[in-house]
């Protein structure tokens, strides 16, 4: 299968696909205990002896934990056995390990989109359950209606093409400024050059680029505040005339109102930006992906070969490993924390980067769970598509109500 060319970040792959449910096509527990259980004879995946080989790389601790889970695992499952395979983090590799290959890799962004490009890894349908491991599908439901993009469900935030703020080259040059402004301060006298351009053109289709803004600029709690979206959308006080944002129909509609003048920059699509070739007439602001909830940059995830043998045992593996009680112990054991975009990265990476929205889910009580909850979100999507087509029989003041009302109904 070929991945669209969107940068991905991964850590459950599961092809989403109409068919049997994915609990259904999941290996079943024996009935009796590991010492007199009988393998069934249905002749699926689950009645057969597997031995996996996972390639993992990790701190010593996070290996001597994520060891722990394994065993349980195979109590679990008399007839599967894993093997943890450390490998090199930094080397350029797929899913081969010591010239075999591995069956399950946990392996970068880069070489997740790479292999998966190249139809190296598993369309796991139905492979790992909807739950993720828990136990509980209620307690993991806010996870799995966020795993959707593009057919694909990757253990990432619904939006894994994130938003990127790209500035006129043009305008910027034409201010006399080498580079975008990085902080807000920069913002306001870039602007005070030109009073009548809005700082952003933001499409009107979908709120997560306006949401996005706020959180780039006020921070990620700005996105709960209606009188920042407000604020926003109003024109300024002098010097500034026009509102920081201006709603525009579509991402080329976004683009193009950036091209003649009525803003410095635009929201769109990493996607968008990427496939129209934007990056001559403007530059990237990698700080807009990075602040987004889904985030594009780093990160490392679970894969499932394309060839393994075990494909029903693997998908148990990975659904024991990545499920929500094995995440924890994972963070007290060893000190992982699920920072964005990866299940496995460093405390300090997580200190840098707020946990997305599935990932607070996880860990509700984690000293970073201070950003929006997702169904609080929702509402915003469809209010920012109204505001942006009414053509002004929305005024701000209307937006915002409407938003306020939508997070006290939430």
């Given amino acids: 299968m070929i991945l669209p060319g969107a940068v991905v970040v991964c850590a459950l792959l599961l092809l989403v696909q ?12 024996a009935d009796q205990p590991s010492g007199g259980a009988e393998r069934p004879q249905d002749g699926s995946d689950d009645s057969r002896e597997a031995r996996l080989r996972v390639s993992v790389s990790l701190e010593p601790e996070a290996l001597e934990a994520l060891e722990r889970i394994t065993e349980e695992w195979e109590n679990r499952h008399p007839y599967w056995q894993a093997e943890l395979v450390p490998a090199d983090a930094e080397a350029d590799r797929g899913t081969d390990v010591d010239g075999q290959r591995a069956d399950i890799a946990l392996l970068s962004s880069r070489d997740v989109l790479r292999w ?10 139905g492979l790992v359950p909807q739950d993720s491991g828990s136990g509980s599908v209620s307690e993991a439901s806010p996870i799995v209606q966020e795993l959707r993009w593009r ?52 499409p009107a289709a979908d709120g997560i680029q306006a949401l996005s803004w706020l959180a780039r600029w006020h921070g990620g709690g700005a996105t709960l505040d209606p009188a920042l979206l407000e604020a926003s959308v109003l024109p300024r006080t002098a010097p500034l005339q026009a509102a920081d944002l201006a709603a525009a129909g579509s991402a080329d509609a976004a683009v193009e109102l950036a091209r003649r003048g009525g803003s410095y920059a635009a929201v769109v699509p990493l996607s968008y930006y990427r496939s129209h070739g934007l990056h001559v007439e403007f530059i990237a602001d990698a700080s807009l992906a990075a602040a987004a909830a889904p985030s594009a940059l780093g990160g490392y995830g679970y894969v499932i070969s394309s060839d393994t043998e075990f494909p029903a045992a693997a998908g148990s593996w990975i659904a024991a490993a990545a499920g929500r009680s094995a995440q924890e112990r994972l963070r007290e054991e060893a000190g992982l924390l699920p920072a964005d975009p990866s299940l496995y990265a460093g405390a300090g990476a997580a200190a840098e980067t707020p946990l997305s929205v599935w990932k607070q889910a996880l860990f509700p009580q984690g000293s970073a769970g201070a950003g929006p909850e997702s169904g609080r979100l929702l509402p915003f999507g469809p209010l920012w598509s109204a505001y942006g087509t009414s053509a002004g029989a929305m005024s701000p003041q209307q937006l915002a109500n409407a938003w306020r009302q939508s997070l006290e109904a939430s």
Avoid at 116 to 125: T, V
């Fill in 18 to 29: 109409e068919g049997p449910s994915p609990v259904s096509l999941l290996p079943q527990p």
């Fill in 116 to 125: 998966a490009s190249a139809g190296k890894l598993l369309p796991a349908d």
């Fill in 151 to 202: 057919g694909y469900a990757w253990g990432t935030p619904a939006y894994a093409d994130p938003p990127v703020l790209i500035w006129s080259r043009e305008a910027l040059q034409a201010a006399g400024w080498s580079k975008p402004p990085e902080t807000w301060a920069e913002l306001e006298r870039l602007r005070a050059q030109a009073p009548e351009r809005a700082a952003a053109a933001i």
